[in-house]
Each structure stands twice: as C-alpha cells, then as structure tokens.
Nanobody
Framework: QVQLAESGGGLVQAGGSLTLSCAASGRTFSNYAVGWFRQPPGKEREFVAAVSWSGVSADYADSVKGRFTISRENAKNTVYLQMNSLKPDDTAVYYC??????????????WGQGTQVTVSS
C-alpha cells in the first residue's frame, strides 16, 4: 500500500502562485509514476500533470502547459506541483495519485484525499 497526502492548497489571487505537495508513505514510492488531477466544482475529475518514477519524463494537460511544473524528490517521498499564473478556472480540488506509469486516465492504484485550490479574480 501507498498512502498519499496532499498539502499546499489555499486561496490565491489570479496571477499568483502556489506549490502543492504530495507526500507518500508505505511501499517504495520511487517505483511509482505520480499524477496530479483536479476536480472543478460541478465537473468531472481531469488530468493535470504526471511524472515518471525517475522524474525524467513528464506530461501536462494543454490547459496548464507552460504554467505548471511537476517534479519529485524520491529521497523525500514527495512530488510537487508548482502552479504559476493561476486563473479562476484553476479552482478545483487537486488530487495526487500513484501508479505504474505516466497516464492521463484514472488508472492509478493509489489516490490522496485532495487539497482545495481557490483562485479569486
């Protein structure tokens, strides 16, 4: 089992920045790819970004490309999502997930509980 806990969410003005963290415990975290997803109010959960187990490969949704950066520190069992130039449309509950490979679908084995990000206009 891998337990995931997101942190770093909050309220920020449009144009601002936030860094989310996904801390893992349990099985060897460095063996897993990690993805970030978000669920805006009243909408379905959507892919945001993902990083391979090594941190070498990453994938981003078009809506965040150039504004968000995913990274990881396996020695700290932590994955980060640096979010810059935030927009009101980025308002959502953000979830991290761990799985076998980088994927834009929901086929990750483990999920965190989520952290709220609210961007005011």
């Amino acid at each position: 089992q891998v337990q995931l806990a997101e942190s770093g969410g909050g309220l920020v003005q449009a144009g601002g920045s936030l860094t989310l963290s996904c801390a893992a415990s349990g099985r060897t975290f460095s063996n897993y790819a990690v993805g970030w997803f978000r669920q805006p109010p009243g909408k379905e959960r959507e892919f945001v970004a993902a990083v391979s187990w090594s941190g070498v490969s990453a994938d981003y949704a078009d809506s965040v490309k150039g504004r968000f950066t995913i990274s990881r520190e396996n020695a700290k069992n932590t994955v980060y999502l640096q979010m810059n130039s935030l927009k009101p449309d980025d308002t959502a509950v953000y979830y991290c997930a761990a799985g076998r490979s980088v994927s834009r679908s929901y086929d990750y084995n483990y999920w965190g509980q989520g952290t709220q990000v609210t961007v005011s206009s």
